[in-house]
């Protein structure tokens, strides 16, 4: 395992709110201070309960029991679409180990296994984050979709919102706004650009959500010289429905790829709710040329941010976007960090202060690592 301690990173930026038509000065407001503690690893090709331990995109800690939900990415491919519980070891306030405990399959609302994407695209399903509600008991958790158009085939797949019971029951599905539908002409979700992060507020009355990359509609996605616009949608979770989208200005891809014309993205890969109108957001950046991913940690705020739901795009238009602030440029740890992809806050420490802890998404490859970090948030 990777280790490494007493890391404090606080990096507290002056900060201008930005809106489409003039720069004004922010409201202060307090940006945390996080310190790494330590990180595991998961062995590659960890095997648990007959199915391939790989693709955690998401995960969350059920306080009243002690116990962690992660939520791997597979579309039936290797196994059946699923998600795990377990137990996290913290010994001295530092990571020990995880102890997967049960594995749990998705089922749709006919009760059955999601299809393998491979072989049967419209009806598999991309989980990519999961929350336990436990007022209600239940979990939640979004599906990215698909929106893939070839010469041989055409998938239109819409990102999806789920409440299932804790044993992989379906329940209901959230009622999304039109301009999520996956569509065929220029509009709507991009492939792999929707759903990557979902979190409740802290009374659960709402859930944030984000995509990972612009709308068709709303720009270019993050290039090296600049970022996109993103959305960040709040639902009801009584009703289900969308009460507001706040627009998000992504950063630019930290590196270039080599070769200069490989792949490259940045978006957003995990959100944690903070604080009122507070959100956690994680933006990932990864370059072909290097294994690592930058990642960096926004305290991003919404009680100024326009509410955008009525607007057909963000381009050429007078809004306000979220305040963002950098609370943590993984770079700057001296570690490697590879595809982090969910957020979660841990237990209280032994100095009364919260843990914050990600994993990362090895993508079922050999050359990437599932890493589980902790942090001391201040």
Do not use: M
Request: proline share 4%; with cysteine; aromatic share 10%.
């Amino acid at each position: 395992p990777l280790a490494l301690s007493s890391v404090v990173i606080g990096l507290i930026i002056a900060f201008s709110f930005i809106s489409c038509t003039s720069i004004k000065t922010a409201p202060p407001f307090t940006t945390p201070k996080l310190k790494l503690i330590n990180t595991i690893e998961i062995p590659f090709n960890k095997v648990f309960e007959n199915t391939l331990i790989g693709g955690l995109s998401g995960i969350d800690y059920d306080k009243e029991n002690d116990l962690y939900y992660l939520i791997s990415d597979d579309r039936s491919e290797r196994d059946l679409a699923r998600f795990y519980t377990a137990k996290i070891h913290l010994a001295a306030d530092t990571l020990q180990s995880i102890i997967f405990e049960k594995t749990i399959v998705f089922k749709n609302k006919a009760g059955e296994n999601y299809s393998n994407w491979k072989t049967n695209p419209a009806t598999s399903i991309d989980p990519e984050d999961i929350r336990i509600n436990p007022i209600n008991k239940n979990l939640v958790w979004c599906s990215e979709g698909a929106r893939v158009i070839t010469d041989k085939a055409t998938v239109l797949q819409n990102p999806e919102i789920q409440t299932t019971t804790l044993s992989g029951t379906f329940s209901d599905n959230y009622h999304l706004p039109r301009n999520l539908i996956t569509q065929k002409h220029n509009k709507g979700p991009r492939n792999n650009g929707a759903f990557e992060g979902i979190s409740f507020d802290k009374k659960f009355r709402t859930i944030f959500t984000t995509l990972e990359a612009p709308l068709i509609e709303d720009g270019d996605e993050a290039t090296t010289t600049k970022g996109g616009l993103i959305r960040i949608y709040q639902f009801d979770v009584k009703s289900k429905t969308n009460i507001a989208q706040y627009a998000y200005q992504l950063e630019h891809v930290a590196r270039a790829p080599i070769p200069e014309n490989g792949f490259y993205i940045n978006g957003i890969s995990a959100i944690q709710y903070y604080n009122k109108n507070q959100l956690l957001v994680v933006e990932r950046s990864y370059s072909v040329g290097k294994q690592s991913c930058t990642i960096k940690i926004y305290l991003c705020d919404l009680s100024k941010a326009s509410d955008v739901k009525n607007r057909e795009s963000l381009q050429n238009q007078s809004y306000t976007l979220a305040q963002k602030r950098l609370v943590l440029n993984l770079d700057d740890l001296g570690v490697f960090v590879d595809n982090v992809e969910g957020i979660t806050f841990g237990p209280q420490l032994s100095n009364g202060k919260r843990s914050l802890i990600l994993v990362t998404d090895n993508n079922f490859l050999k050359e990437n690592k599932t890493q589980l970090f902790l942090f001391e948030l201040d």
